[in-house]
């Protein structure tokens, strides 16, 4: 029996700092309306899509930084967008700021949550790769402050789930192929990824132009490399002052583009995902039993960056 899912891209347009967390449920529930209409059984919004980008800016203070922070999910205020999804049988997935009370302590992440179709989370997963700084950089037109304000992420698990193994990435997951790799050794058909992306990257901004360009790569190369679908979101457009790239899309196993977003508001794509489609990369080329030799691969795990020889010409082999 085929195995179809109907995925809606959840596509947001700039939220505003003071927009308030009911006003962002509103949108992001007529977007599951018009994606329910046309027949979706999954909506994928954006990370951080209850707030504005806040780490964007530098905060002293621990209460003004936690008032971007979830104690519980569902809590009040997303309560509604549990109980639609349930109403209309669809499901999400969902990024968040996470704040956790562990043994008394708090943590905090940089989170997406996968709902089912009756409104229960079925995965959840904490953003690995932090990009960024961790301290104030004033000569930055914007910080970027998540290696300051979250704790890292430990795994990329997958979970079984509309018919398929499912997975979830955040973000700057999306440029490092291990993100993927570790997913697809665990036969994952369909990935995730909402992600802010500024056009501008301060400490590297010969790369502005290829923004839109490096997004599609990774996307593309992610999804072919392992036989998997990838949905990637975006929260687009100009952010408080800060101008954020859109290029949602949805990417076949083949790596090709089947669906995009075509502006940089809340928008909606859709692609009709058939699992099966991912059978002939997994069994052909990326036969990882068959092809993948682990043991020339070594430095993958145990080098964290690169290291040269004493001459500083060649890699070094240890
Ligand atoms: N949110 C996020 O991870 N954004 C990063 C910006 C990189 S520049 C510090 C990204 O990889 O898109």
């Not at 802010?196 to 839109?212: G, K, Q, R, Y």
């Amino acid at each position: 029996m085929a195995r179809f899912v109907n995925v809606a891209i959840g596509q947001l347009g700039p939220i505003a700092r003071s927009e308030t967390r009911p006003q962002v449920v509103v949108r992001l529930k007529a977007l599951m309306h018009q994606a329910s209409a046309m027949g979706c059984d999954l909506i994928v919004y954006p990370e951080l899509a209850l707030t504005t980008f806040f780490p964007r800016w530098y905060m002293a203070e621990q209460a003004e930084i936690d008032s971007f922070f979830e104690r519980e999910m569902p809590g009040p205020e997303t309560q509604p967008l549990f109980d639609l999804a349930r109403e209309l049988g669809i499901g999400f997935c969902l990024g968040y700021a996470e704040l956790s009370l562990e043994q008394g302590r708090a943590h905090r992440y940089n989170t997406s949550i996968l709902v089912d179709r009756a409104g229960a989370i079925v995965a959840k997963y904490r953003k690995v790769h932090l990009p960024g700084h961790a301290e104030h950089e004033p000569w930055r037109r914007f910080q970027h402050l998540e290696k300051r304000y979250f704790e890292p992420g430990e795994s990329f698990d997958v979970v079984q789930a509309f018919g398929g193994v499912l997975g979830m990435a955040i973000c700057n997951d999306r440029r490092w192929p291990e993100t993927y790799r570790v997913m697809g050794l665990q036969g994952v058909e369909l990935i995730l990824i909402g992600y802010n992306t500024p056009v501008h990257n301060p400490p590297a901004p010969e790369h502005d132009d290829l923004s839109l360009f490096h997004n599609q790569l990774v996307l593309q190369a992610g999804a072919y490399q392992n036989g998997s679908w990838v949905v990637g979101v975006a929260k687009a457009g100009i952010e408080e002052g800060v101008d954020q790239i859109g290029g949602s899309c949805i990417i076949a196993p083949s790596g090709e583009i089947v669906a995009a977003c075509t502006t940089k508001g809340d928008e909606i794509a859709l692609a009709r995902c058939d699992l099966d489609l991912c059978n002939s990369y997994k069994r052909t080329t990326f036969n990882f039993d068959v092809h993948r030799q682990p043991s020339a691969y070594g430095m993958i795990v145990e080098r964290k960056g690169v290291r040269l020889k004493a001459d500083g010409t060649l890699f070094a082999s240890d």
